[in-house]
């Protein structure tokens, strides 16, 4: 993996103002994945969309890092079962149509 | 304009203390947050409404002013300098908020990494604009071919190139065509979702295309040759002798567009449909008896 792909931790929470533990709290519950590069640790470029959601999570809504695995958990089974009605909906017109 | 009641958003009574009012919005921003209601469009409307209440509500300042002035509580002259005040306060706090639908790109790696302008962190955090769904609703025959059309979204005109092989109820992001971005962040992104009316004698599956041909019973019978309506024009096609009712034969790669695969394309099934000649005269209704005797 190319390092431009990558940001150091510190950074990512100075920038957003939050505590290097939230970031490693994430790891340890296996939500995030932390990367280690020359003593740095680093989060990948595709977990920030997901870092953000669980931050909104966290701080607008309150929810402890339990509840976040959880919900985290349900809201991937949603988009997944969305995905497949999508699909089911489409094929069940096509067999309506016949 | 019409008076928001925000205490009723909230469910609070007007002497609700300040501790009420948080835990009021946590209460119903965890039931109608867009994160945990993806693609609800009620409750999305919900939670910008109870949010709303909420940045009244929960600043003593706000309040006191919606309190006094009612609906027109944000035209009050010295409301709007606590506001500017108020809100390089919340600048330097906030945290992504209404940037709630997946995009590609976070607003944070936009500022990173997009190169445009990295500089401002802390109290100038830049933060992504609020993402816009809409839906387009088209025809089978539109979605044949990549083709360009002009949408208007909030009063703007957009250029859209819709890619051939669209399916119904697919949704593409136009990036950066939502809200306006805070403090100079990345403008939100729009998801158009596509509705696909089919009015044609074709079926669509994915990429593959269903047709039922009629076939009348001498043809069936004999073998001999027929044409064939598909999405591109029409094709000739031989049909062999003692062809049965029901039977499908596949015309390779003449259904429909592969999305975003150009040159690609699905299969068009045909099922031939045998048709009993009707209305018999005698000498035809003779020639099937002896027909009928032969076997």
Known sequence: METKDLISIQQFCSHYNIPISFITSLNEFELIEIDTIQETQCIQKGQIKDIEKLMRLHFELDINLEGMDAVYNLLKQVATLQEEIVELTNKLKFYEDM | ?295
């Open chain 2, 1 to 295: 304009m019409s008076f928001i009641d925000y205490y009723k958003i909230l469910g609070i009574t007007k002497n609700a203390t300040d501790k009420d009012v948080k835990k009021a919005y946590r209460k119903l921003a965890r039931k109608y947050h867009p994160d945990l209601n993806p693609n609800d469009k009620t409750a999305e409307k919900k939670f910008k409404e109870i949010n709303e209440a909420n940045e009244v509500l929960s600043n003593p300042e706000n309040r006191k002013k919606y309190d006094h002035y009612g609906k027109d509580w944000e035209h009050a002259e010295e409301f709007e300098k606590a506001k500017q005040q108020q809100q390089y306060h919340r600048s330097s706090q906030q945290r992504p908020s209404g940037g709630y639908a997946d995009g590609d790109f976070s607003d944070f790696f936009e500022s990173m990494f997009g190169g445009a302008s990295s500089g401002a962190r802390g109290a100038n955090v830049k933060f992504r604009g609020q993402d816009y769904n809409a839906e387009l609703h088209l025809n089978l025959e539109d979605v044949y071919t990549t083709h360009k059309q002009t949408l208007t979204v909030n009063g703007k005109k957009i250029r859209l190139t819709i890619p051939a092989g669209v399916k119904n109820g697919q949704v593409i992001k136009i990036k950066g065509h939502g809200g306006r971005g805070i403090n100079g962040g990345p403008n939100g992104d729009l998801h158009i979702k596509f509705s696909i009316s089919n009015h044609t004698q074709f079926k669509r599956n994915k990429d593959n295309l269903y047709l039922n041909v009629d076939l009348d019973l001498y043809k069936a019978v004999l073998g001999g040759e027929i044409t064939v309506d598909t999405f591109d024009g029409k094709v000739k096609l031989k049909i062999k002798p003692e062809t049965q009712h029901g039977i499908k034969v596949k015309l390779k790669g003449k259904g429909f567009p592969v999305y975003k695969k150009t040159g690609q394309f699905g299969d068009l099934y045909i099922t031939y449909q045998i048709k009993i000649p009707t209305n018999l005269t005698d000498k035809e209704k003779e020639l099937f008896r002896e027909l009928a005797k032969l076997r």
